[in-house]
């Protein structure tokens, strides 16, 4: 069973850069469309990017058009989220998903990892 694993957040200043890695074990992610969902305090969930199996399809929202690259190596059973020029708005927990359809619904299969913008 494919268990994944979220790492690369932290605080940061507001339009500061961070990159995260969401690393698979027990299956390749391949397969899959993969993407990033997250959750702001008292908001709803809202995805962020999304990207299909072979890479060569890519869904952004638009509050992080122009700033956040999505991108996977699946040789390393990796997918990335580059977030540049970061916001406070982007603070909250940043969940690895699987993507029925890029874009489209989804499956979270990491535990999160928390990003914070301030100063």
């Known amino acids: 069973q494919l268990q994944a694993l979220e790492s690369g957040g932290g605080l940061v200043q507001p339009g500061g850069s961070l990159r995260l890695t969401c690393t698979a074990s027990g299956d390749s992610l391949a397969h899959y469309n993969m993407g990033w969902v997250r959750q702001a305090p008292g908001k709803e969930r809202e995805r962020v990017s999304c990207i299909n199996s072979n890479g060569n399809i890519i869904s952004d929202a638009r509050s992080v058009q122009g700033r956040f690259t999505i991108s996977r190596d699946n040789a390393k059973n990796t997918v990335y989220l580059q977030m540049n020029n970061l916001a406070p708005e982007d603070t909250g927990v940043y969940y690895c998903?699987?993507?029925?359809?890029?874009?489209?619904?989804?499956?979270?299969w990491g535990q999160g990892t928390q990003v914070t913008v301030s100063s």
């Open positions: 998903a699987r993507f029925y359809g890029c874009p489209g619904g989804y499956d979270l």
